[in-house]
């Protein structure tokens, strides 16, 4: 009986050991698409309001008006890289990444907070070009008046590939 007993626990022991190795791949083999929120929470422009959208995101070549230069961008992506939070990339080689802003500059995103700037892989299913067409898409939407613009940031802001899933390919699908 003892012997039984022993075996049980020993398979118990061993069925826990493998769940335990699965979820650690699982979360290895995820991709990073999703800045760290801690660090990169996504920050507004106090500038842009749903009010003024009109004479600010709205009107062509305004992101590119504000949009902090490389030398910034750059310094800022090789410091983060460099950093804790961003160090599950697994890589600093900067012409890997994009330093991209999670709430983007056409919905009205801080232009320069670390908080609202991230190293965004361009690589991938999840890279940075998927995440333009869902800035595109926003922008779109927000300045049409479809969609508000604080509604827009925080969908950004929150989880952008969901958003992806909503407003661009048009499905609640579950994420990877």
């Known amino acids: 009986m003892q012997s039984l007993h022993l075996r049980r626990g020993i398979a118990a ?8 190795f699965d979820a650690g791949a699982a979360i290895a083999a995820t991709p990073n698409y999703l800045p ?3 660090a990169t929470p996504g920050l507004i422009n106090p500038l842009v309001t749903q009010k003024n959208i009109h004479s600010t995101i709205c009107v ?12 910034y961008t750059t310094k800022l992506k090789i410091q983060q890289l460099s950093s804790l939070p961003y160090s599950r990339y697994g890589s600093r080689n900067t012409r ?12 009205g995103g801080n232009p320069t ?6 190293p965004e892989p361009f690589a991938g299913p999840y890279g940075a070009r998927i995440k333009d067409k869902l800035e595109n898409k926003l922008h779109d939407l927000v300045c049409s008046g479809q969609l508000g613009l604080v509604a827009a940031q925080q969908a950004e802001a929150s989880n952008w590939y969901a958003a ?7 499905t609640s699908a579950k994420q990877p």
Do not use: M, Q
């Open 164 to 170: 992806y899933l909503t407003y661009v390919v048009g």
């Open 60 to 71: 062509s070549g305004y992101s590119k008006s504000i949009r902090p230069l490389s030398s």
């Open 113 to 118: 907070s670390s908080l609202n700037l991230w």
């Open 36 to 38: 760290n929120a801690k």
């Open 96 to 107: 890997l990444f994009e330093e991209d802003h999670l709430i983007s500059l056409e919905l």
């Open 13 to 20: 022991l061993a069925i826990a050991c493998l769940l335990l």
